[in-house]
T-cell receptor
Framework: GAVVSQHPSWVICKSGTSVKIECRSLDFQATTMFWYRQFPKQSLMLMATSNEGSKATYEQGVEKDKFLINHASLTLSTLTVTSAHPEDSSFYIC?????????????FGQGTRLTVV | SQQGEEDPQALSIQEGENATMNCSYKTSINNLQWYRQNSGRGLVHLILIRSNEREKHSGRLRVTLDTSKKSSSLLITASRAADTASYFCATAIGIVDMRFGAGTRLTVKP
């Protein structure tokens, strides 16, 4: 299957600063990537669908100006948490699918633990 | 938004026992998948069952799908301590849209 690398695996930042998380598809050209957020002992919540070369599609309730997504190439999507606050502390995970073929399994990055202090 | 519910939320068993987890969903789907997540890590795909399939096996895993009841179950036979993890079902509605259930935290005691 595809290999997805997410960086950093953990980050601690001060309230008010911005943090960038990278998601790289190492061996697959991903036209579509997904960003999820997961709070402790909870499920993954889809935040946005990242489309290569176009604007991301955000889920209802997710602020696009706060969570900036850039998918400039077929192998890299970035999520920037702007003006981070303690409530943004969470586990962020990206994934890719077998697009453009029929949807099959998803391949996930190892996740990024964000702590805002 | 999440697609469905899983039960139980937490399950604790002894090594060697079988573990059964259930997943219910709300809308029509193309396929349903089960994933495993070790604490603080990404998800690993376990098995995919298509909407026209009723049962699928992979090693010690057995998945069933009942589209009339909008439910699926994951059975892990002869569990091992290394099976301790959270298990999520995910449903694919469109070509790329995937939603996750709440998950079951499985603890297998040695």
């Amino acid at each position: 299957g595809a290999v997805v690398s997410q960086h950093p695996s953990w980050v601690i930042c001060k309230s008010g600063t911005s943090v960038k998380i990278e998601c790289r598809s190492l061996d697959f050209q991903a036209t579509t990537m997904f960003w999820y957020r997961q709070f402790p002992k909870q499920s993954l919540m889809l935040m946005a669908t990242s489309n290569e070369g176009s604007k991301a599609t955000y889920e209802q309730g997710v602020e696009k100006d706060k969570f900036l997504i850039n998918h400039a190439s077929l192998t890299l999507s970035t999520l920037t948490v702007t003006s981070a606050h303690p409530e943004d502390s969470s586990f962020y995970i990206c994934s890719i699918t077998g697009a453009p073929k029929e949807f099959t399994e998803a391949f996930f990055g190892q996740g990024t633990r964000l702590t805002v202090v | 938004s999440q697609q469905g519910e899983e039960d139980p939320q937490a399950l604790s068993i002894q090594e060697g026992e079988n573990a059964t987890m259930n997943c219910s969903y709300k809308t029509s789907i193309n396929n349903l998948q089960w994933y495993r997540q070790n604490s603080g890590r990404g998800l690993v795909h376990l098995i995919l069952i298509r909407s026209n399939e009723r049962e699928k096996h992979s090693g010690r895993l057995r998945v069933t799908l009942d589209t009339s009841k909008k439910s699926s179950s994951l059975l892990i036979t002869a569990s091992r301590a290394a099976d301790t993890a959270s298990y999520f079902c995910a449903t694919a509605i469109g070509i790329v849209d995937m939603r996750f259930g709440a998950g079951t935290r499985l603890t297998v005691k040695p």
